[in-house]
């Protein structure tokens, strides 16, 4: 089979969920669950389908821009969809859904880059699985920290939105937040970590500023972590410093990877 046809129902799907939930949150209402979940399921059952027929050949794993891209998305996704079962954090959905619903039609219709298919043994596909899951993580807390701007400036402005009104109270919005960094962290810990034993040189011309640049955001993570335990930061400070290592972050990653595929074709 072609992977169109998967990524086509992939993005009406996840399309079609985010207009479902933004209906029902612009109209102050709480949009079900079960629906929700099944549209989402959907979805990435087509989206993980895609990804197979993309990725997937004889000579290895081609993961090219927007292949890691759409990967990244799908993990982040599936992540939520299992979280949600447990805590509230259903409102992620609703710019999670349209971010995978572009990357999969990026995936399938946005030119690859010049890049090398992976024959790699397990311990490199071991560290490529271990940072696609930090990627993932850390991309969650990206979000959560805008959605908790939000919801700090409109409660504070006193002009709750509908969207506002089904979040979780404050407090939970921020132990959710650390909850992804500290996981977020931990695995870009161990992506940072196999890397250093199965890649012969980490500091190669090709892997120098990918390396440099999350070592990095692992730092910013990681004051950022011991400030919240040590001086109780929260509010702004938390979401400027969260934001600062996912910009690092994604820089190590996509930047490096747009330059290579796209500018200078190595």
Known sequence: MHPLLPSLAAAVFYFGA?????????????????????????????????????MYDSVGLTLDFFNAASLIAYTVIVLILLASQRMPVDNLLLFLFPLGGLTVLCAQFMPSGT?????????????????IMAYGMLTIAMFQSLLLLVQDHQLKHKHPSGLIRNFPPLQTMESLLFGFLWCGWALLSLSLLSGAIFIDNLFTQHLVHKTILSCFAWVVFA????????????GHKAIRWT????????LAFFGSKLVREFILHV
């Open 223 to 234: 004051v950022l972590l011991w400030g919240r335990h040590q001086l109780g930061w929260r």
């Open 18 to 54: 985010a207009s479902y939930q933004g209906l029902h949150l612009t109209r102050r209402s709480t949009p079900s669950k079960r629906l929700l979940a099944l549209l989402g399921v959907i979805a990435i059952f087509f989206h993980g389908g895609s990804l197979f027929m993309q």
């Open 243 to 250: 934001l600062a290592g996912f910009c690092l972050l994604m």
């Open 115 to 131: 890049t090398q298919p992976l024959e790699e043994g397990p311990g490199i596909l071991a560290h490529i699985l271990l940072s």
